[in-house]
Antibody
C-alpha cells in the first residue's frame, strides 16, 4: 500500500525559502505522476504543482509560477517542492498527492488524485 | 484561474438524497470531462470519490454518483449516512493546463 510522508514545513519570514519533501513507499515511485495541493487554515483546496513520473514534465499554478519548483528523485523515492519568495498567502498545509492511474502529469491535472499524505504546515509570517 | 463555485452548505436526513453543484465555465467544467469530487473529514486528508465526471474509484460506495450538464457538475449522495457528513470539493481540468478546485461544500447529515 502506498505511503506518503511530507516533511520540511516550518515558520518562515516573508521573502524566505523552504524545501518540502515527500518520502514515498509501497509502490514503484517512477511509475506515477505526483503533485502538491495546499489548504490554507480553514479554507479550501488549491492545486500547486504537478510532475510526471519521469520528472520531465511539470506544471505550476499561476499563483506560484516563478517562485515554486517541483522536482523528484526517483532513485530516492522522494518528491520535492522548492518554495522561494514566500508570501503570507502561501501559509497552508501542503499535501503530497499521487495518482494511481499512470505516469503522465495529466492524471494529476485531470484531478485523479487518489492518494494523499497527511500534510506539512508552512507558515509565512514575520 | 478562478475557483469553481459550490454552495457553502448542504444537508439531508439519513436515508435521503442530496445533490451538490459545482459551477465553472466553458474553460474548465464545460470544456472537459475531467471533473472530480473529493470528500474531506475534519483533520483528515481528502479522499477521491468521483473522477471523469461519473467514474467511481474502487472502494467508493455506489451511493455516490456524479454528472455534468453544460458548465455545472453535480455530486449526488443517495441513502445518506452519518459518515457522509464531511466537506466536499469539486475539481476540474482547465484550459491553461491547470487543476482548479471549488470552494467546498459542508454536508450536514441532520
Amino acid at each position: 500500500e502506498a505511503h506518503l510522508v511530507e516533511s520540511g514545513g516550518n515558520l518562515v519570514q516573508p521573502g524566505g525559502s523552504l524545501r518540502l519533501s515527500c518520502a514515498a513507499s509501497g509502490f514503484t515511485f517512477s511509475s506515477y505522476a505526483m503533485g502538491w495541493v495546499r489548504q490554507a487554515p480553514g479554507k479550501g483546496l488549491e492545486w500547486v504543482s504537478a510532475i510526471s513520473g519521469s520528472g520531465g514534465s511539470t506544471y505550476n499554478a499561476d499563483s506560484v509560477k516563478g517562485r515554486f519548483t517541483i522536482s523528484r528523485d526517483n532513485s530516492k523515492n522522494t518528491l520535492f517542492l522548492q518554495m522561494n519568495s514566500l508570501r503570507a498567502e502561501d501559509t497552508a498545509l501542503y499535501y503530497c498527492a499521487k495518482t494511481s492511474y499512470g505516469s503522465g502529469v495529466s492524471y494529476i491535472l485531470w484531478g485523479q488524485i487518489d492518494q494523499w499524505g497527511l500534510g506539512t504546515l508552512v507558515t509565512v509570517s514575520s | 484561474q478562478s475557483a469553481l463555485t459550490q454552495p457553502p452548505s448542504a444537508s439531508g436526513s439519513p436515508g435521503q438524497s442530496v445533490t451538490i453543484s459545482c459551477t465553472g465555465t466553458s474553460s474548465d467544467v464545460g470544456g472537459y470531462n475531467y471533473v472530480s469530487w473529493y470528500q474531506q473529514h475534519p483533520g483528515k486528508a481528502p479522499r477521491l470519490m468521483i473522477y471523469e465526471v461519473s467514474e467511481r474509484p474502487s472502494g467508493v460506495p455506489d451511493r455516490f454518483s456524479g454528472s455534468k450538464s453544460g458548465n455545472t457538475a453535480s455530486l449526488t449522495v443517495s441513502g445518506l449516512q452519518a459518515e457522509d457528513e464531511a466537506d466536499y470539493y469539486c475539481s476540474s481540468y482547465a484550459d491553461n493546463k491547470s487543476l482548479v478546485f471549488g470552494g467546498g461544500t459542508k454536508l450536514t447529515v441532520l
